[in-house]
């Protein structure tokens, strides 16, 4: 049963959407705390700042993802959705042709991503699937939170997707350092932007990637 004193104590709140959106977003925090419960879906800590550690969080990539060359958006090691259910809520009302597709391996957190893609009539694919065994994968964008180091995501993009255009990522505050090494075995355009939910952190759009000859 959900706690309705954690769930009041942090109203959320974003720029340039709508009430409905708001609601649709709430209702979501809502569903992963009751999920939690059960499925190992978000720290436990953070469940009382779930509208600012993981949902405002999730959100902020919208600048990289409201564009007219994005219409597709994979959402690998997705867990319970964060980024992509966000996603998908909020890109409902810009771009109705916009579709998530989740990858996640756990049958229960599966399970919670047809349950919440369905809630809020997302166009969507869920598989549960290991993303490191599919081959020839199409999208626009791949984006991935809290699932793999810098390089392994990198490997994941060139080994397992035939098609891509860029790769969205979450980095912490060694973030600077990862990209620097990265750029001693790859090539790639960087677009960086500063977190809005925490200080030491950045979200980074990686475009043209391509293996060094090293």
Known sequence: MID?????????????????????????SKEIIQGNNTINLISKSTEKSINTRHIKDSAQTIDFINKNDISICTDIGSGAGLPGIVLGILMKSKKPVFKVIF?????????FLKKMTKKFNLDSEIHQKNIFNEKNLRTDVIISRAFKPLPIIFQIAKTNFKNFKYIIIFLGKSGKKILNHARKFWKFDCEEKKSSTNADSFIVKISNLKKKNV
Do not use: G, W
């Not at 309705?4 to 709430?26: A, G, H, M, Q, Y």
């Open 4 to 28: 309705s004193k954690i769930l009041k104590l942090e109203k959320l709140s974003l720029p340039n959407v709508s009430r409905e959106t708001l609601r649709e977003l709430d209702d979501y």
């Open 103 to 111: 990858y996640e391996k756990s049958y229960h957190k599966s399970k």
